[in-house]
Every structure is written in C-alpha cells, then in structure tokens.
C-alpha cells in the first residue's frame, strides 16, 4: 500500500472508531494472535475479554458468506489486497446481524505483508452512514481500492453519484451517468421490480438486495440500496459467474443424484474443527448413510467418522487438500444407524475462472463387500476354520518373530500337543464328533494362556501352543512351560460332552525352550515334535521336554532311515527262515524274517530297522515284496512232496495291515502265484486292536473268508481285550518270547502261558510258542497243550537254501 492509501485507510479506521456499533482487529501473521476490540467483543455478544482463535475467526459469520471472508482475508495477506465487504454474522446468542467489514494490510520495511488491522460495523437501519460520512465512506472505499461498483440515487432514481466501477457497469460504451436513470440499466421485465423496491425502501428507510438481468441480457448484478437522508447509497455487482456456477451446479445435481457412488459436495472452508461445511449430497448418500439432506447440509464430513475411522488416513486426506491437491482413500465410514462401512473416497478441489478455489467434491463407492471378502481371504489363509485358530501358516510367522528377538535377551517355548487315541473317535463314533471334539479342545486351549500367547492348529489332532516371553511377564520359559503344559492336561482331561456321548481324553505334550541359542523355525518345531514322541512312548497323557540326547537319538534314526531307503532300492533287504515245529517233532512251516546286512554298518537288527520302516512308511512296499515272496516260494514247494506241506507265516505290520490296497494285494498274490490260502499265515499284532476296531474286523474277516490263516502274534503284551478278541476271525494265539524265556523260574510267566494256552483252546484256536530254546521249556509247553513251537532249539533263522537243504535231509532222514 502506498503512502496515500496508507493515511486514506488510518483516516477510515478513525473514522469508523467513532461511529456507534464499531470494533476493531488486528492479524498478526507471524504469530497467528487475533486481537478484538472491546466494541468487536460486544458486537457478538460475547464478553470484554472474549478473542476467538485464527481458526476459528471465520466461524461467526454466517456459513453462507464464509468462504468468501476467508478468500478475502487470504489475499489480503498474500497479496496485500485491501477488502470492503457487507456480510452477516451471527453472534454468539445466534442471532444474525449484517455488517460492514474492511481490512487493510500492514507492511514491514521489506513490503512484506505482516498483519492485518481491520474493522467491523454494524449496519443496521440505525447504523447506516448518513450524509457527509456516506460521502466519506464512499471516497475511502474508493482509496482502499475495495473494487466495487458504487452509486447514489435520488427518490426518483436518477443518478447523483457513480464511482469508475459503477460507470463500468451501468454505461459500458461510456457517457456521462449523472442526472440518468439507474432503472435503465436493468431488462425491461426488471425494471417495475427494482423501482418497487427502491419505494419501498425510501418509505420504510430499509435496506435492499436484490439480483436482476442488467439491459445487456448476459448480465446478472447484484444490488443492494442503503437509504440515507434524501437518496439512496447502491451497491453493484457483476454476479454473473456465480449464477452461471450455480446453474452448473444445478445441472451438476440433477447428473450425480442419481449415481449409485456416493456424492458430497463441502464449501472450500478451512479444516480447522469443525472444518468445510456440506452443501450437496446426492440421493445415493442418502440410501447408503441413513441420513437425509436436510440433516447434513450446513453440517461437516465428520458427521460421517467413528471409532475405528483411520485417523492416519484423515489426516493424509487433510495435509493434500491444504495442498489442494485431489486425494484417493480406502476409508471406514458410519452410517446414522452406527453401522461401519467402506469407502473408496476421491476428493477433489473445484476450481472458478479465476483460479480461486470454491468447493470439495467427494464421491465414495463403497467397497464393504470387497474389503469382507479381503478380510474372509486374509482369515482363511491364516486361520483353521474349523476351531478358528491360528494356523500353520500364521504359527510360522509368529514363531519367525518370536526367534527374531533372541538378540534381545527374551526367550520363550513352543508347546506340541497331540490328543491321545482321537483316531479311536472318529472311527468309533464318526468325524463329525471328531470335529465337535476338536472345538471343545480349542477352546479348552485358548483358557489356558495368557493374553499375547498363541494356540494353533496344526492339522488333524495336533495343536500347538507358542509361550513368548516379554517384560509384563518376565518368567523364565521353562517354568511358565511346565505351569501351562500342567494346565493343559488337566483340562484336556476333564470330560467332554459330545451329542448322546461322554467321552473321556487325554493328550500327549512335547515341549522346547528357545532363546538361548539361535535355532532356526525347523529345529524348533521339530525339538517340540520330537519332545512330544518321547511323551508318547512314555504311556502318554504326560509332558516331556526336549533334551540334546533325544536330538542325537532322532538325528541316528534319521540317518537309520535314509540308508533303509538305499538299502531298499539297493536289494539290501534278504528273508531268511525260521522253522515252526509241531507237537510231533515234525516241521509245519516256517516264519519269513527280514534281514538287513549294511556294507558299513554290518548286520542291522530288526528291532533297529524295522520300527524305522513302519514309521517312514517303507514297511508298505517291503511289506508287500515279502509277501509275494512268500507266495512264490509257496508256489514252488508245492511240486516237491518233502516241502508242499509247509506253510510260511509272514509278519503284518499295523501301518500295511490299514493301507486301503491290502485285502486287494493279498489277493492278487494268492491269485498270481496259485498257492492254497492256507498255507499263508499271516501274522498281525495285538497293536491294531487299539483302534479302528470296527475296520479291522471286517479285513480279517475278508481274509479269513479267502481261506488265509490268521494268527495273533505277541500274544499277552499288547492290548488285550477279550471283549475284542471274541469277535476275531483267527486261528491261533503265538505266545511272546519274553513269557517262554522265564517260564521255568518266573511263576508268573508260567501262570500266563498256561491262561493263554486255556483261552485259545476254550476259543477253538491254536497256539504256538515263540522264543523255545530248551528241550525242558519245551516239555513244560507241551504238558500244557501247546501245539506248535518255534524257536533255536529246532533251527535259527536260515537264508533259502540252507532251509530248504534243512528240510531235504530230514525228509531223508525220516525215510531211513
């Protein structure tokens, strides 16, 4: 501002201090401090000392005039542009009141704008300037260069004053205005209106406004008269855009009220609190929140925010816009009824001619439906379904974690549990209590840790339970471990309450500390495996924790089972034969026993190698190999009179005996090689009696019916249940060795091979005695009435050849 502008505006600010309804203000643009006047302070009603805040300063006037206050203050601190303005406020009471407000800008040395000085007047009928201080407020406007278009009438309406603005206007050819009608300046069909309310105003001395088409058509001016004394003070202005925005606002509303994306439309307000204010919605906002137009207009987007909106995202929606700059969002919103739902929001800037922002435009197009089906696809990638824990997956990100913060001194256990004899269950009672089970115990489990740890659902029966130690909770590892692990069983143990059922379980715990060694996810996981195997061997429902010797263990059977698969593919794998003889002294048969002689390790034993087999499942091919093996050397002896009497026990596995081919492969086997089914025994153990009893049953039935002999062998150390052993299709009993070897000096071995061999005759079966390596067990055996023997004291096992010259020689031995 230059010098004479400068006193102009120190002039008006004078003057304007002395007229009634009068405060002042200043704008300190370094600091932000807004100071009122007393006057100002009264004006709105609120008290001497009241100073609202920078940003909160536009919020007294009414929300219709805002934007423009808030244009005008912003250019004036940008630009130094001084304004002269009439709005209405509303005072803190509510109620509206219109006033003049003028600002200046203040330079430092530099011509750098530094605040703002400023006045507000109350115009009302009894404030309005009159006369000669009409003239001056004239000319000072004209100082501070407000930019607007003034005049003043006569009662008839001729022109008595226009500033260069007004002539701008009113006379855009040129000429002079004074002694002119300012009526002629408006559309013939305006004319009657406006003359009517410059009457009006003369007789009742109140103000006007008004907009018309000026005479030129294309025109729309806004007017405003201010009686004074014996004329009229007039206000002109081109309003022309707005009306022409306002018509494309109009065509705007009647094109996305009926889009299905939620439209709303705010002032360009600054988003301070409460923020820009809604001046449009469309009928799909209304469908989809509830809420009506009437409700929201006047009021802001927050209306729309709840307890889980992202703050994060508001506030990246807010720095954008105070760049003006469009901003793209996945946003949660609430409906009036507080239902949550989701918005993929695009908020715009709307900019005027003039580059001068005027509106927001947001439209949402809710995506609740895509983001639950994320949110379904993100759970079910993470979570069992069934007992909606945690699953592998989400374990091995968790336990991932946990080893990550050994280097920071914190430990923790992983916890393998596996229900005992749940296989007996589902076989029994079917898979749908099985899966009610499984429920009951994920529940049982999610009680008892604690809030942070993790229960997961490996698969099938198995679950794991991931104790991370922090400093809410520092205890050592393994003593919060075996607190849990005592937890578990016992309630694991307690009954379950299944649909017509009470059923009692149990569960077998492994357990493995970390942190104090860096371990990778596998060695922890299969620590806790192993751990839990041990818990098993043990005679289950108990814990056992991992120790180094039990890794040592496991890495020897490890090794044990990688060279058992060479051997198989290598032909390693020989069967030898062991004769079974009848009470008569005569040979029966033979038992097919499976060797292994290792080019490094030697002789492996049985006992070493064939646990492994069964466990890695190789004991199904072997299985199946010695088993055609047996049937051709059947085969083979049956044109060799001295041999065609013989049968060939061979041992079944639990694992083989279950496999779904089994029946079928034994068939094939007798079919191919042509043999009697009679001479095949096979052997089974008393180990598949413990479930799955049901199925087993109807196997050995199958078998029984295609005329193979069957035989329990290991009788008396397994799992017996006479309950059971009633309804077995078998022929014969074969009692344990570990009962034969003591059976002369132990009492109690001797009280039970003579039980087994009364149960098998009172059942109708045979009975046979394995392990026989003395002439005087042999005698005790037979006084009891065991029919059939085996054991060193009649041969060792022998490969092929040595048998069959074995046989050879008795045959001719008998002859002479």
Not at 292 to 301: F, K, S
Not at 791 to 813: K, Y
Request: aromatic share 8%; glycine share 8%.
């Amino acid at each position: 501002m230059d010098g004479a502008s400068l006193e102009h505006a120190q002039a008006l600010l004078k003057l304007v201090e002395r007229t009634a309804f009068v405060g002042t203000w200043t704008l300190d643009l370094h600091s932000g401090m807004l100071q009122w006047s007393e006057q100002l302070a009264q004006l709105h009603g609120a008290p001497p000392e009241y100073t609202p805040s920078r940003d909160h300063a536009f919020d007294h006037f009414a929300p219709e005039w805002r934007a423009e206050i808030e244009q005008r203050v912003r250019a004036c601190a940008e630009e130094g542009t001084p304004f002269d303005v009439e709005a209405q406020v509303v005072t803190l009471q509510g109620r509206r009141l219109w006033v003049r407000a003028i600002g200046v800008a203040v330079r430092d040395e530099n011509g750098k704008v530094v605040r703002i000085e400023g006045a507000v007047q109350d115009i009302a009928p009894h404030g309005y300037p009159q006369g000669s201080l009409l003239r001056h407020t004239v000319s000072m406007g004209g100082a501070l260069g407000s930019g607007e278009a003034f005049a003043t009438v006569d009662p008839e309406g001729r022109i008595t004053f226009a500033n260069e603005q007004a002539e701008k206007l009113l006379a855009p050819g040129g000429g002079e205005l004074a002694g002119k009608s300012i009526f002629a300046a408006f559309k013939k069909t305006a004319r009657l209106r406006i003359e009517e309310r410059f009457r009006e105003s003369f007789a009742r001395q109140q103000r006007f406004e008004l907009e018309e088409l000026d005479a030129r058509v294309s025109h729309w001016l806004e007017v405003r008269g201010y009686p004074f004394g014996a004329g009229l003070a007039v206000h002109l202005r081109d309003v022309t855009e707005r009306h022409r925005a306002d018509e494309q606002l109009r065509l705007l509303e009647g094109s996305i009220a009926r889009l299905n994306d939620i439209v709303i439309i705010t002032e360009a307000g600054p988003f301070g609190n409460p923020g820009p204010r809604i001046v449009f919605v469309n009928e799909a906002f209304e469908r989809r929140t509830g809420y009506t137009r009437d409700e929201v207009l006047g009021r802001t987007p927050r209306i729309l925010q709840g307890p889980n909106t992202q703050r994060d995202r508001l506030d990246h929606i807010r720095a954008s816009l105070e760049q003006w700059s469009p901003v793209r969002v996945d946003l949660i919103n609430y409906t009036k009824s507080g239902e949550p739902y989701w918005v993929d929001l695009d908020v715009s800037p709307v900019w005027d001619k003039s580059r001068r922002l005027t509106h927001w435009v947001a439209v949402g197009r809710d995506i609740t439906e895509r983001k639950m089906a994320e949110e379904k696809i993100q759970y079910l990638a993470f979570y069992d379904p069934l007992t909606q824990l945690p699953n592998r997956q989400l374990l091995l990100d968790r336990l991932n974690q946990a080893l990550a913060q050994q280097e920071g001194g914190r430990a923790g256990a992983l916890m393998f549990i596996d229900l005992d004899n749940f296989k007996v269950l589902n076989d029994t009672l079917g898979h749908q209590k099985g899966d009610l089970l499984l429920q009951q115990v994920a529940k049982r489990l999610r009680s008892c840790v604690a809030k942070g740890d993790t229960v997961a659902r490996l698969g099938g029966d198995e679950f794991v339970i991931l104790l991370e130690n922090s400093g809410e909770k520092p205890i050592d590892p393994a003593k919060a471990a075996r607190i849990v692990a005592q937890r578990v069983l016992t309630t694991l143990g307690e009954p379950y309450v299944l649909p017509g059922y009470l059923h009692h379980s149990s569960c077998s715990i492994g357990v493995t500390v970390f942190g104090r060694t860096p371990w990778t996810v596998g060695e922890v996981l299969k620590q806790a495996d192993l751990a839990m195997y041990q818990a098993k061997a043990a005679g289950r429902n108990t814990v056992r924790f991992f120790d180094p010797e039990m890794q040592a263990i496991a890495t020897a059977n490890a090794a044990l089972a990688s060279d058992l698969r060479q051997a198989w593919l290598d032909n390693q794998l020989q069967i030898e034969y062991q004769p079974q003889v009848g009470a008569d002294g005569h040979m029966t048969g033979v038992e097919a026993l499976l060797r292994w002689e290792h080019p490094e390790r030697g002789t492996v034993s049985p006992a070493q190698f064939i646990p492994t087999a069964e466990e890695t499942s190789l004991i199904i091919p072997i299985g199946h190999w010695v088993l055609e093996s047996a049937c051709a050397q059947l085969a083979a002896w049956a044109h060799r009179p001295e041999r065609a009497h013989l049968g060939i026990s061979v041992n079944v596995s639990v694992r083989q005996f279950r496999h779904p081919d089994f029946v079928d492969e034994v068939t094939s086997a007798i079919v191919k090689s042509g043999i009697e089914p009679r001479k095949l025994r096979l052997e089974l153990t008393e180990s598949l009696l413990a479930d799955g009893i049901e199925v087993t049953i109807a196997k050995m039935g199958s078998l029984k019916a295609m005329g193979v002999t069957l035989s329990l062998d290991d009788f008396g150390i397994g799992y017996s249940s006479l309950s059971y052993l009633k309804r077995l299709p078998l022929d014969q009993l074969k009692i344990d060795r570990s009962f034969v070897r003591d059976i002369l000096t132990d009492p109690n071995d001797a009280a039970i091979a003579r039980t087994i061999i009364g149960l098998a005759h009172s059942l109708g079966l045979g009975v046979m005695a394995e392990g026989v390596e003395t002439e005087a067990q042999r005698d005790f055996l037979a006084r009891q009435g065991c029919e059939e023997y085996q054991g060193f004291l009649f041969s060792r096992p022998l490969p092929i050849r040595e048998l069959e010259a074995l046989i050879d020689r008795l045959a001719a031995e008998e002859v002479t």
